[in-house]
């Protein structure tokens, strides 16, 4: 019990280290935090002081990686706003419907015909179907294709999935945290899932003009407290009737993000986002063992290959139907493929409702791969699509020819 | 000239640019205060060339192409030494001995050897100020001089000050 602060800090020694190496090669944390915490853990060696097994600070290690989630989730709420979504209007409904469409569809039927359960079958779709706002974000901005006719629709897409993971998120809570196996039972625990959302989200609403007047705080630290006790006891208040926490986190805010106040505490919560997020990733590795990937590993392949194919399609489409070039539509479908926080978000659910143990490691492999792969192929893009357009227009020609 | 805003959830917002001539370019302000250029050669689809700018620059990059980089700037220091030479901005404080003194009155260019070469007053500049022109409090003298009399001047008129020195 003694050494409990030198074992979090060893962890985070190991945390730091991981987020420095994924920086120095541009590349997103998360995985290279994931990786960090699959390297170490009960498996691992331990010579005197450095002991590396973090028996001992597991319980605070995925107790602050719960705190990341919420914290992941109230930022991905206040980044959102219901006036940004309706401006933009349109050409993200029919962009991220055709996504959704084609890579919810593929999401459920891969699962499905491995012959999972349903509640599996449901969380692998969410983990399928989500890419990685952050990575996705932070690619376009690193190769300078903020400008580019495409980004418009890809961001607006993302966007799409966001609300859609929302959404999805507390139906699919209220599945896998409940206890009742009756379709009865599964309905009703659903329902209240989206009757709380609903309910938070409308009483929210009608509470703005007073928050804006509460929250006129001019103490940052007496804000901070304020807006942390608001953010876990919505988050908690959920759990009690079996919603994610997380959903009560996205809630507060959503709610937060229609104040006057949203900058400033979007300012304030980011640091906390970082270092309990990074806390998260990390604690997500620490529990897998890594010599159980092996069984995971043709699973994730076949995902990954379902990947590649559903969001190109889905992006050739969206984009030809916005009027977009070839090439600038294979940009769409070989930006979004990336992977990331809200994957493991949904398979930390499977994980909190006591599912099927493959599930956990097939979302870090899979991540792993699309957080590594999606960059990599987003940057390659324009030789990519030349090569493919090139191929199929071959394809095209040949039974031409041949009649 | 053609502007299109548009927003960039979760990056920032862009702005699209074509001139009356059709050319093309693209500005984009990062949530991170950053902005970006983008230009367009031709027809292409996808732009060729990328300046990034800090918050600052972009604000001195605005200015300049606003025309309001070049006129006067009264609250920037201007402090230049040309080899012996000084021309510094000094503003007359109220008690100061200088306000409400014609430049012949106040002798300041017997005294200090440097002279007043400018006033400006409400923005207004009035340049080669004969003996007969009043020096007001508000006002603010540019003065040239070598250094050793521009800093006699600083000196002399006591209650002036210089401008963001």
């Given at each position: 019990m003694d050494h409990m602060v030198w074992e979090v800090g060893l962890a985070l020694a190991l945390v730091a280290g991981a987020a420095l190496l994924s920086w120095k090669l541009k590349f997103s944390t998360a995985p290279f935090l994931i990786v960090a915490g699959m390297l170490v853990g009960p498996h691992a060696p331990h010579v005197g002081m450095l002991d590396?097994?973090?028996?001992?600070?597991?319980p605070i290690i995925a107790f602050m990686g719960r705190l990341g989630v919420l914290f992941l989730l109230f930022y991905l709420g206040l980044e959102f706003s219901v006036g940004r979504l309706i401006r933009s209007g349109r050409s993200i409904a029919v962009g991220g419907s055709i996504y959704i469409g084609i890579n919810f569809t593929l999401g459920l039927l891969y699962p499905a015909l491995l012959g999972w359960p349903l509640r599996e079958t449901l969380v692998a779709a969410g983990i399928t179907t989500i890419s990685s706002?952050?990575?996705?974000?932070?690619?376009?901005?690193?190769?300078?294709?903020?400008?580019?006719?495409?980004?418009?629709?890809?961001?607006?897409?993302?966007?799409?999935?966001d609300?859609?993971?929302?959404?999805?998120?507390?139906i699919v809570s209220g599945l896998?945290?409940?206890?009742?196996?009756?379709?009865?039972?599964?309905?009703?625990?659903?329902?209240?899932?989206?009757?709380?959302?609903?309910?938070?989200?409308?009483?929210?609403?009608?509470?703005?003009?007073?928050?804006?007047?509460a929250l006129r705080i001019r103490s940052d630290e007496v804000l901070l407290l304020v807006v942390a006790a608001a953010l876990l006891l919505v988050a908690g208040a959920g759990e009690t009737i079996h919603v994610a926490e997380a959903i009560g986190a996205l809630l507060t805010g959503l709610v937060l993000a229609e104040t006057d106040h949203r900058e400033r505490i979007e300012r304030?919560?980011?640091p906390f986002r970082d270092f309990f997020g990074a806390m998260f990733f990390f604690g997500f590795g620490l529990e897998i063992d890594p010599f159980a990937l092996g069984g995971a590993v043709w699973i994730t392949l076949g995902a990954v290959i379902l990947t590649l194919i559903g969001n190109f399609a889905a992006g050739m489409l969206a984009g030809r139907s916005a009027g977009l070039s070839p090439t600038s539509s294979a940009n769409v479908g070989l930006t979004v493929v990336s992977r990331g926080e809200f994957s493991i978000v949904v398979a930390s659910?499977?994980?909190?409702?006591?599912l099927m143990q493959v599930l956990q490691p097939f979302a870090a492999l899979y991540v792993l791969v699309l957080a590594v792969l999606g960059p990599l192929l987003t940057r390659q893009s324009h030789a990519i699509s030349r090569a493919l357009f090139r191929a199929a227009g071959a394809?095209?020609?040949k039974p031409a020819g041949e009649s | 000239m053609q502007v299109q805003e548009h927003d960039l959830p979760g990056v920032g917002k862009k702005f699209a640019l074509t001139t009356n001539e059709g050319e093309r370019m693209t500005v984009i302000i990062h949530n991170t205060g950053h902005r970006e250029i983008y230009s367009f050669r031709g027809r292409e689809e996808f732009p060729t060339h990328a300046v990034r700018l800090e918050d600052a620059e972009a604000r001195m990059l605005g200015a300049i192409l606003g025309g309001a980089y070049f006129q006067p700037a009264v609250a920037e220091s201007m402090d230049m030494v040309l080899g012996q030479l000084s021309v510094e901005w000094f503003r007359v404080a109220p008690g100061s001995p200088l306000a409400g003194r014609t430049i012949q009155e106040s002798a300041i260019r017997t005294r200090t050897g440097a002279s007043v070469i400018a006033i400006l007053r409400d923005g207004r500049p009035q340049p080669n100020p004969g003996p007969g022109d009043v020096m007001l409090a508000g006002d603010t003298l540019l003065v040239v001089g070598d250094r050793g009399q521009v800093q006699r001047f600083r000196a002399e008129v006591g209650g002036g000050e210089r401008v963001n020195g």
């Open positions: 590396l097994r973090f028996v001992e600070s597991a706002s952050a990575i996705v974000a932070k690619v376009l901005v690193d190769l300078r294709r903020t400008a580019n006719p495409e980004t418009e629709m890809i961001l607006g897409i993302i966007m799409f999935e609300v859609f993971l929302a959404v999805y998120l507390s896998v945290l409940s206890e009742s196996t009756s379709v009865g039972g599964v309905a009703l625990s659903a329902g209240m899932a989206l009757g709380f959302m609903l309910g938070v989200l409308a009483v929210g609403r009608m509470a703005v003009p007073w928050l804006n007047r304030m919560i980011v659910l499977g994980a909190a409702g006591g394809v095209r020609r | -």
